[in-house]
C-alpha cells in the first residue's frame, strides 16, 4: 500500500478493448491490504479479466462480505457499484441483487472465513439455486483481517503462524460446491495470473452459478513453513489439470492445438471455451469424475486447479422462477399494480 | 334441564368448536361462520390451534355480533364439544345459562355434565356411521352433519350454507351433492328430534353491508402486490407463512405477463431468515421493492441486516406476524411483544419506523404503503401484524385502490440528473431532510457509483474512521427519524362524548376489543378521550394528546409495556401520566379486559391521591 | 522558533505517535509508557489503530499523569510525526506550545510547520541507516531510536528503558544488545544535538504505588479463569478477540493439570456467533460455567439464542467488547452503544442483567462474578466492557483473590435432594424469590429429568400452550429480574464536597474522565454528587439517588441515551430529571468534553427556569 | 396421538436388559406426532437401541433443534435429560453440552430443515470438529412442522403435495459428512428397524461424529407420488449395501456368516461391528469409495442404505483439545480458581 494518490492522467496510447476502454477503467480505488497481499493479484486478474472481456465497467455489480478479501471489491471497477455487505452473506445478498435486475453481472467476492466459516450455508444455499454470478473465494486459510486465527478452510495438521496445529478436518469449497450442483466449478492461485485471468472470464460468461476457489496466500498471516495456504506450499503442490483460453468472437478457434489435447465447451452466449488439457483423462463434464479426481489428489497433498467442471446447458434462477425478460427493478406502478377493478373483484369474491 | 335460565339472544353470542387438529373440522366450522355472515350478521371468528399437525385440541371460536363488536368477548355461549381430550375445560368454560352441544352417540355420565347450562345431544357418530363407510369420510361429514344440526338450532338459513357449498365445489359436483346431504342429515335429525330453535338465534341482518371477510396475512399480500414489491423472500414460520403463501397466490393469479406467461415477480423460500433479510436488502440495494414476512425467531436472526440497513440506508420491508415471545414463546399464540425488538433493532444506536395496522383493510393499505416509506426514507419499515389479525378472518372495509397512484421511489438520482452536474453524495443532506440521494447499481458509465458498507464512510461514501465524520452521519440519521414522523401514517384520535380529562393509546390488533370497552366504559360513567397509534416515530399529536389529559392507559397485548416505553423514551414523557394495561397470556385482548382494568383504576382514582399511583 | 511560550510541565502531559500499522512501532511506543510507569509516574496510553491491517495511519496516545488523570485528556502537548500521510493533520493536533518531534532527514519545506509550536528535528532515517542494512531492521530500529531521542528529550531514565528492554528480551541475549544499543543511537544524538531536556519533562515519582497495568479484555479473562469458566466458545471480532486469546493464555498457564498435562477447560473457536453461544448455552445447561466474548455484531447474530436463554433459563456469560456501532460502524473504535441491545435483546418481553466495570480491575472482579450470577439467576450475564478499557493498558488497583471463596452454583438440585423427597419443578417458584431449581443431566437414574425448551410450559416443564400457565411463568421471570437487583454489584455514590442538587450517573470506562471532570467543574464552581451505576436491573439507590437531586446528569458514550433510557423505562423516573451529556464519535470521552458539557448546561440553568430545559 | 395416558403399571414379565431395565425405562412421553409419522418409528428404533445396549437411561443427553424430528426426544428416554433448543443449531448446543461432561452419551435429533437448511453451516462445523454425538436427522425433505415446504434435502424434481417441483440441486447429507470429516456416516429408513437399530448402536457406540441420515416419511405432507421421500418411493429404491450386528460382550461372534461376506470392525470400546455386506464390493473404510459409490447410485434414482463409512481409529473434540478425564462440569473453585498467590505474581508481572 502506497499513500501516494493514484494520478488521473491516463496515458493516450493505453491499449484499448472493443469498447474503447483502457485497463485503468477497470482500476478502482487504491488498496489498502498489505504489501505481497495474493488478494491484490486476484484484483488484478478480475481487472484484466473485465478488461480481455470487454464488459462495460459500470455493469458489474460487486458484492462481498467482510474480510480482508472482502474489501477488494473497492480495488477494481470503480465506476461500478460495490457493497461490502455483512459478514458471510454476500451469497444472499447477490442473489437479491440478481434478482432486481438480471441485466447486470455479478461478482461474489468473499474470503474462506466469510465462505467457508460463517457463510457456509449461504455459500451452498447460493449454488444449489443457480444464482447467475461469479463467486469467487480468496482462499487464504485464515481470518486475515481478525489477525491470523484459523478458517474453515485450514487443512487438518497445518500448523498457524502461532505454531498451533488445526485439528478440524478441512472444507474444500470446490468439492462441496461439486457436490452442490454448481455448472461451473474451477480452483486457482492468486500468483498465476495466466491461469486465473481466463477463468474468471470464462465464470462471467457462464449462466448460473460459477464458483472460484483462489488460493490466496496471506502475506501476514499464513505464508510460513507448515501452512498449506503459503506460496511456496501451493507452487510445490499446484496440479493443474487443464488451462483455458476463453474466445468470445465469433471467429474461428485459430490457435493450433495438438489434437485430442483440447477440449472445446460452448457456453450460452456463444462463448467458446477452448480447454488445453494438462491431464489427458480429465473430463471437465463429468461431475462424478471431477469429484474423485479431487478427492484423490487431495489425498496426496495436491492442490488441484483448472476448470474442473462446466455445464454449458446450465439454466439459472431467473429460468427457473420465469421471471420477465425485463428487470424487475425497471417496472413501474402500470406494471404492477393489478389496479382498482381486479381489487374489486378481490373484494367481491371476499364477501 | 337448568335452574338458571337460559341465555337469549339474537345475533349476539360466542359460539366455540372444540374439535382435533388435522380432522377437517376447519372448513366446516369456516362455512358456519360465513354463513352467518351472509345472513347479513357480522361475526369475528378465531382460530385457537396448537403447535403440531395431527391430534392436538384445537378450537373455532366464533363471536357473532350484530353491532359489529369484533374483538374477542371471552365467554363462550354455546360449546360445539367434539373433542373428548378437552371435555372438562370445555365445559367449564361455558356461560352460566349457556349451551353445551355434544356428540350423544356414546353415553356420559352425568357427572360430567353441568347443571346450568343447556346440553344439547346430538348421536353425531351414530347418524354418520350409519350413512358413511370410508373412515376419512365419516371424519369429514361428520363436521358437516353438526353444523346441518346446528343450522336448525340456531335458525340459520340452510340455503345460504348450500350456497356456499356450493361455491366451494364449484367444479366438483358429486362433492358438493354429498356435502349439502350431510347437512341436511344433521339439519333433519335436529327438526325431528330437538326443540328448535333454541334461545340463541341467527336473524337476517343488514349490519355487515358491503365489507369483506379477509385475514390480514393474505391482506399484507396484496399490499405489497399492489405496492409493487417484486422479490419476496421468507423461510416458512407460524404465524407469517401465510404471508408468502398468500403473496405467492396473489402473483400467480395477479402478476404474469399475459403474453408471455412470465412472472412479473420472484419469490424465494430463503434457507434461513438471515438468507431471507439479505436477499431482501440485495433486492433493495439493486432498486427493486422486496420484503419478507416473518415472526419474532426471525426478527431476532435478522438483527445483524437491519442495522446494516439503517446505517447503509437499504430500503427494505419486514412484515413482522408478531406471535407470543419470547425465545420460542407460543408460536400459535398472539401478542404484540416485538415493538421494542423491532423499534431499536440490531446493537449500537439505531431506530426503526414500525406500522401498526388495526385490520385486514389497513394490512393492505400499510403494506403497499410500507414500500412507498421504504424507499422515501431508505430504511427498513417494520409491518407489524400478530397472529390474531394476521391468521384469522376479519371482517373489514373494501380494500381500495387509487387508479393514478405512482409509487414514490425516493430520490434516486438518473444518469439524466448526473450528466447535468448533480453532485452526487450518497450519504449528502441535500434537502435538510436527513435523506439523500442514491443511484441505482448500473446507472452510469462514469458518474454516481459507490461502494456501500455498513462500516465507517463519509458524506460521499468514501471510506472514513474520522471522528467527526461519523458524528455528522448519525446526527443526520437522526434527522431522518425526524423526517418520518410527519411521512408515517398519523394516529387516528376520537375523542369522548364528554370532555375528560383521560386518555387511552392504543395500536393494532387491539382496535375492536378497544372501540368495544369504551363503550362498556361509558356505560360504568367512565370517559376517555382515543388515540390509535398507527405508526413509530410518533407524530407530534402524540405528545399533545399526553399532555392534554391527566392520565393516558397504554394498553398493550405484551408484558412489558413495550410502546409506552417508546413513548416516553422518544418523547420524554413523564411515565407517572402513562398507565400501562396489559394482557399477555397469548389470547387475544377482550374488551371485558379493558374495560375491566381501566375501570378499576379509575374507580381506584377517586379515592388514592394522584401521587401515590403507581405506574 | 515560536512567539508562544512553549508549554512547560513535570509528569503531565500527552505524547502522541503518529505512525503507519505493521511498521512495528507499537512495541517502541509501548515501551515508552511503560518506562515512564517504572519511574513511577502514572500514564495511560490509548491505540487509535484502522480496520486493516499494514499500511494504513495509527496513532499512540500516551497521557503522562502524575495526578493519575487516566482518561483520555484531549489536545496533544508533543507529536511524534513518524507517518507523512497524515503530517498535515498531526501537526494541526498540537497545541499552541506544543512541539513537534519528527525525521529531519528530508527536509520539510517551512510551510508544513507551524509557527506557535516547538519543533525537533531529528534525522531519525538517515542515523537508522548509517547503521542498519536490513530492511526489517532499519523499520524495527527506526522506533528504538526515537525513543531514544525523545527519553533524552524528557529526561526519561534511560537505565529504566535497558531494563524494559532486558525483561523483554530475557532469552534473546543478542537481540537485547542491539535494541540497547538502538536506544543510545538516538539518545546519544539528541544529547549532542539539541537542548535536552525540554520543558516538558517525566520525574521520578510514587504515585502509582502498587497498582497494575493492564488491558481490560485481559484481566476480565483472567476472571473468567478464576471465577471458575471451563468452557470458552468465541469467533474473532476486534475488539473482543484479545478476550480469548487471553483466556488462552491464561488457561494455558494456570490450568493444566500438573500430572497429566491435560486441559482442565476447552476453548473451541465457533464457525460464527450462532455457534459460540450456542456451545455457551448448550455448555451451560449441561452445568459447566461457559461463557463468549463478542462485540456488537455478534450480539445481534446471537439475539435468538439470548432470548432462551432467558426464558429456558440457561445461564450463560456474553463478555461485549463494545466498539462504534450501528452496523459493522467502526470497529477500532470504543463506544457504550450496546446498553439497549444487550438490555432487552431478543424478540418478545425480554430482560437481561448487565454488568458495566470500570477498568480491568473491576472487569476481572465482575467477570469471575458474572459466573455466580449466571447460575444463581438462571440467566445471560453481558459483562460490557468496550474497546477503551478492553485494548488498552490502564494502570488498576491489583487483582485481588479470597483464597476461600467458593462458587455460588446457585439453586441445583442433586440427587441426594431428590432421593429426600424434594419436589422438583424446573420452574417452580420455592422460594419466593422467582429462582428454580434445576438439575444437571445425567443427575438421577429416575428422578429430576425434564425437558428443557424455549416453549410453552408449566412449572414442571411440562408441555402446556395454556394462557394462564404462560403468564404465571412470565411473571416469574419479572419476579427473578427484581431478586437479580440486589444481588448484582451496586452503584457507587460519592457526594460532592459541598451539598448540591445536581447529580450525575455515568458508567463503564468513563469512570476516569469522569473523576477529572468533577475537579474541573468545582473549580469552575459547579458541584455535583456522583453515582457510579455497576450494574442492570438497578438497585433502589439508583431511583433515591435521582429523587434527591432536581437534576441528574446522565453521562454516556452513544447517541441515543441509551442508559438513560434504561433509568426512566425501568425506574419510572420523569426524563425531563435527567439530562443527557452525550459523547459518541468514537473517541474516547474527556474529562474536558464532560465538564464542558455540564458546566456550559449548569451555566445555562442560572438563566432558564426549571421548566424549559429541553432533555 | 391419542390421548390416553400411557399406564404406568409394567407388567413383571417385561424382558430385562443386562441392568434390569425394560424397554418401558427407554421409552418417554406419548408422541404428539401424526399417526404414521415416519419420526415415531425412529423413536422406536432408538428405544430398542438404548434397551439392547443396556445404556443408563438417564446418562443420555438428547438434544435437538426444532420441528416435528426435534420433538421426538420428548418421546423416548423420559429419564433423560432433553433439550430441545432453537432451529437449526442443535449441532453448537449439543456441542457445548458435551465439552462440560465428556462422560454422558450424546444423541442429537434433528430435521432435513433443521439441518440441511438453516443449519447447514452448524451441521458441518460440528462434524469437522470430530463431535463424540450420535447425530441422527430425520429428514422427510420437507419441513413437517410448519406444513410442507420443501427443506433443502427434497430431490430436484420432486413434487410438492401442492404439486410444486422442486427447482433447487438436494443437498445430500451423507455425502457432505463423509465430505467434512465425519467418522461413522451411515443412512437406513425409518421404515426398516431391523436395519436402523443396529445402525444407532453402533454409532453411540462409535467415538467421534457418528451422522445417520433416516429417511422418515412425512405422511402429512410428503407421502404423495411423485414425492422421493414417501414411503413406497424409498421401498422401491432403497439399496442397502451391508446389514450391520453390533456385538458388545467379550463373547466370540457366533452367528454364522459365510465366508467373505462380513467385515467386522472394532471399535474403541471393543464394540464388535459385524458388517454382513449386500453389496460385495463395498468396503466401509474407504471414504473415497463410499463418496463414489454414494454419487453413482444417486444419480440411478437410488437410496444407498447401511453403514456406508466407519473409521475404528477416530478421535474426538475432547482428545484433540486434550481436556481432563473428569468431566469439566464436576471441577470445583479447588480445581479451576489458581488462587491468590498465583495472582499476586501475575500482578507483580504486570508492573
Ligand atoms: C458478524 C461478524 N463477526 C465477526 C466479524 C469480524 N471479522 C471481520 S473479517 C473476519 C474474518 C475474515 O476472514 P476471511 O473471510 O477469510 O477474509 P480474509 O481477511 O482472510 O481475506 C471476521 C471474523 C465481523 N465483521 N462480523
Ligand atoms: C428461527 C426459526 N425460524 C423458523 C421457525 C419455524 N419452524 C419450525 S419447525 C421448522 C421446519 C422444520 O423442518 P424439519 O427440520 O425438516 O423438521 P420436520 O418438522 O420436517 O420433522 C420451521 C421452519 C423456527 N421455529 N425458528
Ligand atoms: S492480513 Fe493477510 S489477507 Fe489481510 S491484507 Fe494482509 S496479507 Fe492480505
Ligand atoms: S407433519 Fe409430517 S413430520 Fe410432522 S408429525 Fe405429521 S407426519 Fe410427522
Ligand atoms: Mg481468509
Ligand atoms: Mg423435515
Known amino acids: 500500500m502506497t499513500y501516494i494518490a493514484k494520478p488521473k492522467f491516463q496515458h493516450p496510447g493505453l491499449p484499448k478493448n472493443d469498447l474503447g476502454y483502457t485497463r485503468r477503467d477497470y482500476e478502482g480505488k487504491i488498496s489498502t491490504l498489505c504489501a505481497g497481499c495474493g488478494h491484490d493479484s486476484i484484483t488484478a486478474s478480475i481487472i484484466e479479466a473485465c478488461f480481455h472481456l470487454s464488459i462495460e465497467p459500470h455493469r458489474v455489480a460487486k458484492i462481498s462480505g467482510i474480510g480482508c478479501s472482502s474489501k477488494t471489491p473497492d480495488y477494481f471497477l470503480g465506476n461500478s457499484h460495490g457493497f461490502n455487505s455483512v459478514h458471510g452473506r454476500m451469497p444472499s445478498v447477490l442473489t437479491g441483487a440478481n434478482l432486481a435486475n438480471r441485466d447486470l453481472i455479478y461478482l461474489g467476492v468473499s474470503g474462506d472465513g466469510d465462505s467457508a466459516s460463517i457463510g457456509f450455508g449461504q455459500f451452498a444455499h447460493s449454488i444449489r439455486r443457480g444464482v447467475n454470478m461469479t463467486y469467487i473465494v480468496e482462499n487464504n486459510g485464515v481470518y486475515g483481517l481478525t489477525k491470523g486465527q484459523f478458517s474453515a478452510t485450514a487443512d487438518r495438521g497445518s500448523k498457524s503462524k502461532k505454531g498451533v496445529t488445526n485439528a478440524d478436518s478441512a472444507i474444500d469449497l470446490v468439492a462441496i460446491a461439486l457436490q452442490l450442483g454448481a455448472t461451473f466449478v474451477a480452483r486457482s492461485f492468486s500468483g498465476d495470473k495466466t491461469q486465473l485471468v481466463p477463468m474468471i472470464e470464462a465464470a462471467i460468461k457462464h449462466k448460473g452459478a460459477a464458483f472460484i476457489d483462489v488460493i490466496s496466500p496471506c502475506i501476514a498471516f499464513n505464508n510460513h513453513a507448515g501452512s498449506t495456504k503459503s506460496f511456496d506450499y501451493v507452487r510445490e503442490h499446484n496440479d493443474a489439470v487443464n488451462r483455458l483460453d476463453v474466445i468470445t468472437g465469433r471467429e474461428p478457434i485459430t490457435v493450433d492445438y495438438a489434437p485430442g489435447t483440447v477440449q472445446v465447451v460452448e457456453q450460452h452466449d456463444g462463448t467458446r471455451l477452448a480447454l488445453r488439457k494438462l491431464d489427458a483423462d480429465y473430463d471437465v463434464h463429468d461431475r462424478l469424475a471431477a469429484m474423485t479426481f479431487l478427492q484423490k489428489h487431495a489425498a496426496k497433498g495436491q492442490v488441484v486447479t483448472g476448470l474442473l467442471y462446466v455445464d454449458a446447458e446450465s439454466e439459472d434462477l431467473h429460468d427457473r422462477l420465469n421471471t420477465v425478460d425485463a428487470p424487475l427493478n425497471t417496472l413501474a406502478a402500470k406494471d404492477l399494480s393489478p389496479g382498482s377493478a381486479a381489487l374489486d373483484k378481490i373484494n367481491a369474491s371476499l364477501r | ?615
Open chain 2, 1 to 615: 334441564m337448568s335452574v338458571q335460565s337460559p341465555i337469549s339472544s339474537v345475533n349476539d353470542f360466542v359460539i366455540r368448536f372444540a374439535n382435533v387438529n388435522g380432522s377437517g373440522s376447519a372448513s366446516a366450522n369456516e362455512l358456519f361462520a360465513r354463513s352467518i355472515l351472509r345472513m347479513g350478521v357480522p361475526v369475528s371468528p378465531r382460530n385457537i390451534f396448537p403447535s403440531n399437525i395431527q391430534g392436538l385440541p384445537t378450537w373455532y371460536e366464533v363471536r357473532v355480533t350484530e353491532d359489529g363488536h369484533l374483538g374477542a368477548r371471552g365467554g363462550v355461549d354455546m360449546m360445539v364439544a367434539m373433542n373428548p381430550q378437552t371435555w372438562d375445560r370445555d365445559v367449564a368454560s361455558i356461560e352460566p345459562g349457556g349451551y353445551l352441544f355434544y356428540d350423544s352417540t356414546k353415553p356420559i355420565p352425568a357427572s360430567k355434565f353441568r347443571e346450568d347450562i343447556t346440553v344439547i345431544g346430538v348421536p353425531l357418530t351414530a347418524i354418520t356411521n350409519s350413512t358413511y363407510t370410508d373412515p376419512r369420510q365419516r371424519q369429514l361429514f361428520k363436521n358437516i352433519i353438526y353444523l346441518g344440526a346446528l343450522s336448525a338450532l340456531l335458525e340459520i338459513d340452510p340455503k345460504v350454507i348450500e350456497q356456499l357449498i356450493g361455491e366451494q365445489y364449484k367444479t366438483k359436483e358429486k362433492l358438493l351433492a354429498s356435502n349439502v346431504h350431510a347437512l341436511h342429515l344433521g339439519r333433519d335429525w335436529a327438526l325431528q328430534n330437538l326443540k328448535c330453535p333454541i334461545t340463541l338465534t341467527v336473524k337476517k341482518s343488514e349490519k355487515v353491508g358491503d365489507r369483506i371477510f379477509m385475514e390480514g396475512n393474505s391482506a399484507a399480500a396484496l399490499g405489497a402486490v399492489y405496492g409493487g414489491a417484486t422479490v419476496c423472500a421468507w423461510y416458512p414460520i407460524t404465524p407469517s407463512s401465510s404471508v408468502a403463501d398468500a403473496f405467492t397466490a396473489h402473483c400467480k393469479k395477479l402478476r404474469h405477463d399475459p403474453e408471455t406467461g412470465k412472472a412479473k415477480y420472484a419469490i424465494v423460500q430463503g434457507e434461513d431468515e438471515l438468507a431471507s433479510i439479505g436477499i431482501v436488502i440485495g433486492a433493495s440495494w439493486n432498486g427493486a421493492r422486496a420484503f419478507t414476512a416473518t415472526s419474532g425467531p426471525g426478527v431476532s436472526l435478522m438483527q445483524e441486516f437491519i442495522g446494516l440497513s439503517y446505517f447503509a440506508e437499504i430500503p427494505a420491508v419486514i412484515m413482522n406476524v408478531q406471535r407470543a415471545g419470547p425465545s420460542t414463546g407460543m408460536p400459535t399464540r398472539t401478542q404484540q411483544c416485538d415493538v421494542i425488538a423491532c423499534a431499536y433493532a440490531s446493537h449500537g444506536d439505531t431506530k426503526h419506523v414500525l406500522l401498526f395496522p388495526e385490520d385486514p383493510a389497513e394490512a393492505f393499505e400499510f403494506a403497499a404503503q410500507s414500500f412507498d416509506l421504504a424507499e422515501r426514507l431508505q430504511t427498513m419499515i417494520f409491518l407489524m401484524l400478530d397472529l390474531d389479525i394476521g391468521m384469522n378472518h376479519r371482517l373489514c372495509r373494501p380494500l381500495k385502490w387509487d387508479e393514478s397512484r405512482e409509487y414514490d421511489r425516493g430520490k434516486v438520482m438518473t444518469a439524466e440528473m448526473l450528466d447535468d452536474g448533480r453532485d452526487f453524495g450518497r450519504y449528502l443532506d441535500v434537502d435538510g431532510d436527513g435523506i439523500p440521494f442514491r443511484t441505482y447499481p448500473g446507472t452510469h458509465p462514469s458518474k454516481g457509483s459507490f461502494f456501500t458498507r455498513g462500516t465507517s464512510r463519509d458524506r460521499y461514501a468514501r471510506y472514513s474512521e474520522d471522528g467527526a465524520v461519523y458524528a455528522d452521519n448519525m446526527q443526520r440519521l437522526l434527522r431522518k427519524f425526524e423526517t418520518a414522523q410527519d411521512l408515517v401514517p398519523r394516529p387516528l384520535q376520537a375523542n369522548a362524548q364528554k370532555p375528560t380529562k383521560y386518555g387511552v393509546i392504543y395500536y393494532g390488533s387491539t382496535s375492536p376489543a378497544m372501540d368495544e370497552a369504551i363503550e362498556i366504559l361509558e356505560k360504568r360513567g367512565h370517559h376517555l378521550d382515543r388515540l390509535r397509534i398507527r405508526a413509530f416515530p410518533f407524530h407530534s399529536s402524540v405528545a399533545s394528546f399526553v399532555a392534554d389529559h391527566d392520565f393516558v392507559y397504554v394498553v398493550e397485548q405484551n408484558r412489558d409495556a413495550q410502546l409506552r416505553s417508546l413513548i416516553v423514551n422518544e418523547n420524554g414523557i413523564d411515565p407517572v401520566r402513562l398507565v400501562p394495561i396489559l394482557h399477555y397470556d397469548g389470547t387475544p385482548i377482550t374488551a371485558r379486559f379493558i374495560a375491566g382494568a381501566i375501570g378499576d383504576h379509575q374507580d381506584q382514582l377517586k379515592v388514592t391521591p394522584l401521587k401515590k399511583v403507581k405506574s
